[in-house]
């Protein structure tokens, strides 16, 4: 197992300049999730620790050495890749087994690692099997299994699930965790799916444009953004945001948006008469006898829970809003309900900054 540093990293391709002095500290046998939106610079720096892509700046260190200057085979580094990257005239076996039998390692290690590996991810009865008769999702875990037989100090995974079914991404999800859990290994993953993120962090980093926006547990992000940025990205359904302005009278709070006050509880800045952004999540959102009203748009049942997509009018203003129903509900699309808001789960971030205040 292994610690990883990025310090100053930057990352350009002729003038165009894709990572701007990135530094953060992973600790031994800690799973990280770096996420963002496509084009945001995380598999960039993956590639950049796995010895794919040159570093422009900055230094990368695994157990505090600096690695810039060495080979991919050289850094004790495994990838799993999206596309499985198996050998398709190879065995199971085979594949597994390749990196070992590259270093000439003895027969009898191989085949030690290989098995463990094999009882680990359940791949014993399929061993002797070739890519093509496989499954995408037992195609990955083959792809994990010769990425464990290396017992590399760090794991690196580059979106892995991105080409499963969605029930098998949920398996895969919970098989990659339990996996970490037996073996401590070091582990940086790579997703834009913050559903991914949040189910399998020790620490996510939340990347944009090729700057990190927020590091945090995955419970941090959620119930403290720091941004706007976090605040949407982070969560599904994604947060409603409304714009306003701070309303502070008499030590009450409240932002003042589409005709209505919206309750706030103890900010750490911000003054009266500012124009801010106001968020609350779908699930913090709870219908009541009176509140602020809004009419229903659209009514979706999932079983355990009723989603609600609501509108909001005043004037020439109208604004749509997500609710999370824990349970049923009698309410059709055309109805007017009315909004109940626990101040305390409310997040305001400034209207130009979109810092959190």
Same mark, same amino acid.
């Given at each position: 197992?292994?610690?990883?540093?990025?310090? +100053?990293?930057?990352?350009?391709?002729?003038?165009?300049?894709?990572?701007?002095?990135?530094?953060?500290?992973?600790?031994?046998?800690?799973?990280?999730?770096?996420?963002?939106?496509?084009?945001?610079?995380?598999?960039?720096?993956?590639?950049?620790?796995?010895?794919?892509?040159?570093?422009?700046? @900055?230094?990368?260190?695994?157990?505090? +050495?600096?690695?810039?200057?060495?080979?991919?085979?050289?850094?004790?580094?495994?990838?799993?890749? &999206?596309?499985?990257?198996?050998?398709?005239?190879?065995?199971?076996?085979?594949?597994?087994?390749?990196?070992? /039998?590259?270093? +000439?390692?003895?027969?009898?290690?191989?085949?030690?690692?290989?098995?463990?590996?094999?009882? !680990?991810?359940?791949?014993?009865?399929?061993?002797?099997?070739?890519?093509?008769?496989?499954?995408?999702?037992?195609?990955?875990?083959?792809?994990?299994?010769?990425?464990?037989?290396? $017992?590399? +100090?760090?794991?690196?995974?580059?979106?892995?699930?991105?080409?499963? $079914?969605?029930?098998?991404?949920?398996?895969?999800?919970?098989?990659? /965790?339990?996996?970490?859990?037996?073996?401590? =290994?070091?582990?940086?993953?790579?997703?834009?799916? &913050? !559903?991914?993120?949040? =189910?399998?962090?020790?620490? !996510?980093?939340?990347?944009?444009?090729?700057?990190?926006?927020?590091?945090?547990?995955?419970?941090?992000?959620? $119930?403290?953004?720091?941004?706007?940025?976090?605040?949407?990205?982070?969560?599904?359904?994604?947060?409603?945001?409304?714009? @306003?302005?701070?309303?502070?009278?008499?030590?009450?709070?409240?932002?003042?948006?589409?005709?209505?006050?919206?309750?706030?509880?103890?900010?750490?800045?911000?003054?009266?008469?500012?124009?801010?952004?106001?968020?609350?999540?779908?699930?913090?959102?709870?219908?009541?006898?009176?509140?602020?009203?809004?009419?229903?748009?659209?009514?979706?049942?999932?079983?355990?829970?009723?989603?609600?997509?609501?509108?909001?009018?005043?004037?020439?203003?109208?604004? &749509?809003?997500?609710?999370?129903?824990?349970?049923?509900?009698?309410?059709?699309?055309?109805?007017?309900?009315?909004?109940?808001?626990?101040?305390?789960?409310?997040?305001?971030?400034?209207?130009?900054?979109?810092?959190?205040?």
């Amino acid at each position: 197992m292994a610690t990883v540093s990025f310090r +100053k990293i930057e990352k350009a391709y002729g003038p165009v300049k894709v990572i701007h002095g990135i530094g953060f500290d992973i600790a031994d046998g800690e799973f990280v999730v770096l996420v963002g939106p496509s084009g945001c610079g995380k598999s960039t720096l993956l590639r950049m620790l796995a010895g794919l892509e040159e570093i422009t700046a @900055g230094e990368i260190l695994i157990d505090d +050495k600096v690695v810039n200057d060495l080979e991919s085979k050289d850094r004790d580094i495994a990838m799993v890749f &999206q596309s499985y990257a198996l050998y398709p005239h190879m065995t199971v076996r085979d594949n597994m087994a390749f990196s070992l /039998k590259l270093r +000439k390692a003895d027969p009898r290690l191989i085949a030690e690692r290989v098995a463990n590996a094999a009882r !680990i991810l359940n791949l014993d009865p399929l061993l002797e099997r070739f890519p093509k008769e496989l499954s995408g999702g037992q195609r990955q875990r083959v792809a994990m299994g010769r990425a464990i037989v290396r $017992d590399p +100090k760090v794991f690196l995974f580059d979106e892995p699930l991105s080409n499963l $079914d969605a029930k098998l991404r949920v398996a895969m999800r919970a098989e990659i /965790k339990a996996l970490h859990q037996r073996l401590k =290994t070091t582990t940086v993953y790579v997703t834009h799916d &913050q !559903i991914e993120a949040m =189910t399998m962090a020790d620490r !996510i980093v939340v990347m944009h444009d090729g700057i990190i926006e927020q590091i945090g547990t995955p419970l941090d992000l959620y $119930d403290r953004p720091g941004n706007l940025f976090v605040a949407q990205f982070i969560g599904s359904p994604a947060m409603n945001v409304l714009q @306003g302005v701070l309303q502070k009278e008499g030590g009450a709070l409240a932002v003042a948006a589409l005709g209505a006050l919206w309750p706030v509880a103890g900010l750490g800045s911000g003054n009266h008469g500012q124009q801010v952004h106001y968020g609350i999540r779908p699930g913090d959102l709870t219908l009541a006898p009176a509140g602020i009203a809004a009419q229903v748009v659209v009514v979706e049942p999932t079983g355990a829970e009723t989603e609600l997509l609501l509108q909001i009018n005043h004037g020439s203003q109208s604004q &749509q809003l997500t609710l999370v129903l824990h349970g049923r509900t009698t309410a059709q699309p055309g109805d007017t309900v009315h909004l109940a808001i626990d101040a305390a789960k409310a997040h305001v971030f400034d209207g130009e900054s979109g810092q959190r205040l």
